[in-house]
């Protein structure tokens, strides 16, 4: 059964600083990764999405990578600003694309502050 | 593109009432759309899984006869909460998924619905 691991489980930094989450699963065979962001009281939008033969996504400030291998991922934030306050949730979905339910992390917390 | 909504975003029902949650894929026809409970500080747990015109796929532990899933169309799932009582009252998230080119499979989630069982 997967399980996916976040960590830190809450992480507050000032604005500005570069920072990393990180998420770790225990089957590496994935068909896809994403990390999510979810504000509370609202549902998740899609941040990246990694297809397992990929190494690295980029939008923006935000980097993810991928080493399926060794069942990580990172979420890479540059230059954080207060608006990036929110809960990210990794997920990852098992091989066999739709036929495979995502499994979700239980997210970090992440407060920059002004 | 790819969005989906979810209607009420919030509703407070009594005990021992029907309340039935609504979500739509706006633009795009959705095969396959999924059911999530989402307790405080916890990850989301999947309750069901419904292809457009067959039943829905529990997950272990969650009671379908509780919690009726209809998925009537491509656009279209609604999941009834039966009975509600105290203990039902959480955030319900449902998700729609299509493949795409370059991206293959992936899910949208809807805005979430809070339901509170007095």
């Known amino acids: 059964k997967q399980e996916v691991t976040q960590i830190p489980a809450a992480l507050s930094v000032p604005e500005g600083e570069n920072l990393v989450l990180n998420c770790s699963f225990t089957?590496?065979?994935?068909?896809?990764l994403q990390w999510f962001r979810q504000d509370p009281g609202k549902g998740l939008t899609s941040l990246l999405l990694?297809?397992?033969?990929?190494r690295e996504q980029t939008s923006g400030r935000l980097n993810a990578s991928l080493d399926k291998s060794s069942g990580r991922s990172t979420l890479y934030i540059a230059a954080s600003q207060p608006g990036d306050s929110a809960t990210y949730l990794c997920?990852?979905?098992?091989?066999?694309?739709?036929?495979?339910?995502?499994?979700f992390g239980k997210g970090t917390l992440l407060t920059v502050n002004p | 593109g790819a969005v989906v909504s979810q209607h009420p975003s919030r509703v407070i029902c009594k005990s021992g009432t029907s309340v039935k949650i609504e979500c739509r894929s706006l633009?795009?026809?959705?095969?396959?759309m999924f059911w999530y409970r989402q307790f405080p500080k916890k990850s989301l747990m999947l309750m069901a899984t419904?292809?457009?015109?067959?039943?829905?796929?529990?997950e272990q532990g969650v009671e379908k006869d509780k919690f009726l899933i209809n998925h009537a169309s491509l656009t279209l799932s609604t999941l009834t909460v039966t009975s509600a009582h105290p203990e039902d009252s959480s955030f319900y998230i449902c998700?729609?998924?299509?493949?795409?080119?370059?991206?293959?499979?992936?899910?949208?989630f809807g805005p979430g619905t809070r339901l509170t069982v007095t």
């Open positions: 998700s729609a998924g299509r493949t795409s080119s370059g991206r293959g499979y992936e899910q949208y």
């Open positions: 089957d590496s065979a994935i068909y896809n």
């Open positions: 990694i297809q397992s033969s990929q």
């Open positions: 997920a990852v979905r098992g091989s066999g694309g739709s036929n495979y339910k995502l499994t």
């Open positions: 633009d795009f026809q959705a095969t396959t």
């Open positions: 419904s292809n457009e015109g067959s039943k829905a796929t529990y």
